[in-house]
């Protein structure tokens, strides 16, 4: 069994720079959420795709965000000209219906 | 919007004491969850409450959905070094064909062996 898989685990890049991140869910799950969590608080909720479908988005997903499932399976989320603040882990999370399982996460830090 | 407050934001104790948190909201939930995360690591369930005063167990855990929905607790007996991490409450709100989750801060749990 696999579970959810998120790379790169880590990434630190310079302020202005891109980054993108992946995210495979588990294979049946036909819902994928990505989420964002800074140090000592809980997270937060920023997207949601229903099979290839981008069906929510948080205002916390600014246009410098953007998210993609193409073809339903695997999700990415890239960050345009990356700020201090978008310093975070970023972590993705599938589910079948109600249960939601969490990836490790992507921590970023932007210097 | 949806706020959960967990208390307390962190607990020091002895290996095999018991533990007890909670978390509060500010509007009804439908539903309790809570999670621990790791080190580095994302968030993992271990209890999911239903209904109103429910009680459910696993294992050394125990949570407790309050009867007026704006509430639960967490407990842990016997508490062994690999409980050490922080404990989420989480409510699910509705959104298209699902479910987003709000998240308390955190209850960080440190054992002193």
């Known amino acids: 069994d696999t579970g959810v898989s998120q790379n790169p685990r880590h990434k630190i890049t310079k302020r202005g720079q891109n980054v993108t991140f992946r995210c495979d869910p588990i294979?049946?799950?036909?819902?994928l959420y990505w989420y964002r969590q800074t140090l000592g608080q809980g997270p937060e909720f920023l997207t949601y795709f229903q099979n290839e479908a981008q069906l929510e988005k948080s205002r916390l997903l600014s246009d410098r965000f953007s998210a993609e499932r193409p073809k339903g399976s695997f999700s990415t989320l890239e960050i345009q000209r990356t700020e201090q603040g978008d310093s975070a882990m970023y972590l993705c999370?599938?589910?079948?219906?109600?249960?939601?399982?969490f990836g490790p996460g992507t921590r970023l830090l932007v210097l | 919007g949806q706020q959960l407050n967990q208390s307390p934001q962190s607990m020091f104790i002895q290996e095999g004491e018991d533990v007890s948190m909670n978390c509060t909201s500010s509007?009804?939930?439908?539903?309790w969850l809570w999670y621990k995360q790791d080190p580095g690591e994302g968030p993992v369930l271990l209890i999911a409450?239903?209904?109103?005063?429910e009680l459910t167990s696993n294992g050394r855990l125990t949570a407790q959905f309050g009867i007026t929905r704006k509430d639960s607790f967490l407990n842990i007996s016997a508490s062994i070094p690999s409980d050490v991490g922080i404990y989420f409450c989480?409510?699910?709100?509705?959104?298209?064909?699902?479910?987003?989750?709000?998240f308390g801060q955190g209850t960080r749990l440190t054992i002193n062996p």
């Open positions: 294979s049946e799950h036909n819902r």
């Open positions: 409450l239903y209904k109103a005063g």
């Open positions: 989480a409510g699910p709100t509705l959104i298209q064909g699902a479910q987003k989750l709000v």
């Open positions: 509007s009804i939930f439908n539903t």
């Open positions: 999370a599938s589910s079948s219906w109600e249960t939601q399982y």
